[in-house]
């Protein structure tokens, strides 16, 4: 099973910060099958990011992703108070699928 | 209009099974495969399966020995089955759509999901 180990498990921004978030996975995940969702408090999850770094229908531009084999991030250019939630990565590459723990994102 | 509503039971004995029904819209079975997340109240995501839109079926080796998922293509509908189920297995229960981008396969829409509290 490929464990993907997300950090940190909550942080906190002010708006207008750049903040950064990210997912080691225990063993090489390709680009193309590692993936973010949103989820915020109380609703379901959304699929936020895709294959790495293309943002999913509605994604604000301010979202990115990058990263390869066993290190990946999510990023947020300058934190806006809708940003908060918990974010989490995902990979699609070996069975069982299976996501990261999550990192929350509280705005101050 | 793509969605997938979930309907369960809401409260489940332990040891007894759990029936959980996902009815999509605006999208077929044949097209598009299905999954099924849980996710235990405050803590994260779990897979459990996915059925393809053939109908063959992948599981989560650890609880593969208690579930199946099967649907109805002509009703739009796909089912969750799981037996003797423990206070664990307590979370919300949601079904997503699987789709292929190009170049992998992602969860790019999800039921709103149903509640499911295992209890005496």
């Known amino acids: 099973e490929t464990v993907l180990t997300q950090s940190p498990a909550i942080m906190s921004a002010s708006p207008g910060e750049k903040v950064t978030m990210t997912c080691r996975a225990s063993?090489?995940?390709?680009?193309?099958?590692l993936h973010w969702y949103q989820q915020k408090s109380g609703a379901s999850p959304k699929l936020w990011i895709y294959?790495?770094?293309n943002l999913a229908s509605g994604v604000p531009a301010r979202f990115s992703g990058s990263g390869s084999g066993t290190s990946y991030s999510l990023t947020i250019r300058s934190v806006e108070a809708e940003d908060a939630a918990t974010y989490y990565c995902?990979?699609?590459?070996?069975?069982?699928?299976?996501f990261g723990g999550g990192t929350k994102l509280e705005i101050k | 209009q793509v969605q997938l509503k979930e309907s369960g039971p809401g409260l489940v004995a332990p040891s007894q099974s759990l029936s959980i029904t996902c009815t999509v819209s605006?999208?077929?079975?044949?097209?598009?495969?299905v999954h099924w997340v849980r996710q235990p109240p405050g803590k994260g995501l779990e897979w459990l399966g996915l059925?393809?839109?053939?109908?063959?079926?992948d599981y989560n080796s650890a609880l593969m020995s208690r579930l199946s998922i099967s649907k109805d293509n002509s009703k739009s509908q796909v089912f969750l089955k799981m037996n003797s189920l423990e206070t664990d297995d307590t979370a919300m229960y949601y079904c997503?759509?699987?789709?292929?981008?190009?170049?992998?396969?992602?969860?790019?829409?999800w039921g709103q999901g149903t509640s499911v509290t295992v209890s005496s």
């Open positions: 997503a759509r699987d789709l292929y981008y190009g170049s992998s396969n992602a969860m790019d829409c």
């Open positions: 605006g999208f077929s079975l044949t097209s598009y495969g």
């Open positions: 059925i393809w839109t053939g109908g063959s079926t």
């Open positions: 063993s090489s995940v390709s680009s193309s099958y």
């Open positions: 294959s790495t770094s």
């Open positions: 995902q990979q699609y590459s070996t069975y069982p699928l299976t």
